[in-house]
């Protein structure tokens, strides 16, 4: 069974560096094949997908957000973290990671999700 | 890479059949067979109901079905059950990235 959790920091203050762990189980991050994403979602609002980290290392950004984010894995620990940097209260979300589904080399579909942590950016 | 287009709210009856629709561009849905589509229930993570554009994942009831056409997806869910009830977004591959839907919110009268 494929598991994946999010943890981090509740609160954060706007210009401050952003660090979220998604921590999994039931797959490696080492066998081919193997993605893992970041999405946000604001209160009310849509889902935006963020960031993704392959099983070779390669790593893809939101064109909007690539300045500010970093993702990176340690596959030792099952895990997956990204940073944002320079906070700021719209960047107030709930952030989830998920696993990407693919086939024949085209990874498109996030299953399954965690549970979402709630960041919120306030002073 | 703007957001994908979707109706705010779709609404039906018990039993009846409802369909959301999806619309992109020639740089993400026209180009990519790779639509997928989303359930959200309040305060819960969302959870895949089709992927590829029309494949349906082990578990989910064969309700809902998935289409496109050009540069619009569609989702389609028959025999409309109180349980559909809840929040729906598209997401197509664009090229190394994924943009969502704006989300339809699904009502069952």
Known sequence: QVTLRESGPALVKPTQTLTLTCTFSGFSLSTSGMCVSWIRQPPGKALEWLARIDWDDDK??????????????????????????????VDTATYYCARIGGSSGWYSWFDPWGQGTLVTVSS | QSA??????????????ITI??????SDVGSYNL??????????????????????PSGVS?????????????????GLQAEDEADYY????????????????????
Request: charged letters at 15%; hydrophobic letters at 25%.
């Open chain 1, 60 to 89: 893809y950004y939101s064109t909007s957000l690539k300045t500010r984010l970093k993702i990176s894995k340690d596959t030792s620990k099952n895990q997956v973290v990204l940073t944002m940097t320079d906070m700021d209260p």
């Open chain 2, 4 to 17: 994908l287009t979707q109706p705010a709210s779709v609404s039906g009856s018990p039993g009846q059949s």
């Open chain 2, 21 to 26: 629709s999806c619309t992109g561009t020639s």
């Open chain 2, 35 to 56: 639509v997928s589509w989303y359930q959200q229930h309040p305060g819960k993570a969302p959870k895949v109901m089709i992927y590829e554009v029309s494949k349906r």
């Open chain 2, 62 to 78: 064969d309700r809902f079905s998935g289409s496109k056409s050009g540069n619009t997806a569609s989702l389609t869910i028959s």
């Open chain 2, 90 to 109: 598209c997401c197509s591959y664009a090229g190394s990235v994924y943009v969502f839907g704006t989300g339809t919110k699904v009502t069952v009268l």
